[in-house]
């Protein structure tokens, strides 16, 4: 079965400055995808960024990129210049490519406080 | 284009009791999937549903049940209530076509006493 670690249950950073969130997982699979969801305190989970397996090169969206390390199985989040709007409770999950398993698998969450 | 939406937002119910709660998908999207997120927890599946039928399912009791319609809504009935079922319902949907992305609706909290 796959697992999603994420161990930072909380962290904190200055307005405009830039944090890095961490994910683990583990998984047999060879190709899959992997997502960070932020849910903001509307409790809607919105789609951050996606990273496929099979691709090299590290998703980037605006100020969110990702550093995505196939063989330790690792995909964190950097958030650049960040803003008041991006505290929210971060989620990684892992989807297994293909075949008929569609189900998200989620970490724990960390919680992203914004300093002003 | 109106995105996923569920009710109620939220219910309070005591144990034994039976619960429904309703979904209905992003317009275009034919897949529905439950999840259940306990307090401080990410969310865990409960099951999908493609073609009004249930196609997968997660680590839940058969007191989870589920429906989908053929205008692509789903409901989602709990039975039995216990307290261990307070949590916050998430419903997401995609398409079966191109079906990577989920999207989630705002979620309907269940307080259950």
């Known amino acids: 079965a796959q697992t999603v670690t994420q161990s930072q249950p909380e962290m904190s950073v200055q307005e405009a400055e830039t944090v890095t969130l961490s994910c683990t997982y583990d998984t047999s699979e060879s190709d899959y995808y992997l997502f960070w969801y932020k849910q903001p305190p509307s409790r809607q989970m919105i789609l951050v960024i996606r990273?496929?397996?099979?691709?090299?090169q590290n998703a980037t969206e605006n100020r969110f990129s990702v550093n995505f390390q196939k063989a330790a199985k690792s995909f964190s989040l950097k958030i650049s210049d960040s803003q008041l709007g991006d505290a929210a409770m971060y989620f990684c999950a892992y989807r297994r490519y293909g075949g008929s398993n569609y189900k998200l698998t989620f970490g724990k969450g960390t919680l992203l406080t914004v300093n002003p | 284009d109106a995105g996923v939406t569920q009710s109620p937002t939220h219910l309070i119910k005591t144990r034994g009791q039976q619960v429904t709660l309703r979904c209905s998908p992003k317009?275009?999207?034919?897949?529905v999937s439950w999840y259940q997120q306990a307090l401080g927890q990410g969310p865990q599946f409960i099951f999908q549903?493609?073609?009004?039928?249930?196609?997968q399912r997660g680590n839940f009791p058969d007191r989870f049940s589920g429906h989908q319609f053929p205008n692509y809504s789903s409901e989602l009935n709990v039975n039995a209530l216990l307290l261990g079922d307070s949590a916050l319902y998430l419903c997401a949907s995609s398409l079966e076509v191109g079906r990577v992305v989920q999207f989630f609706g705002p979620g309907t909290r269940l307080t259950v006493l």
């Open positions: 549903y493609y073609e009004e039928e249930e196609r």
């Open positions: 990273q496929e397996a099979y691709k090299q």
């Open positions: 317009s275009g999207h034919d897949t």
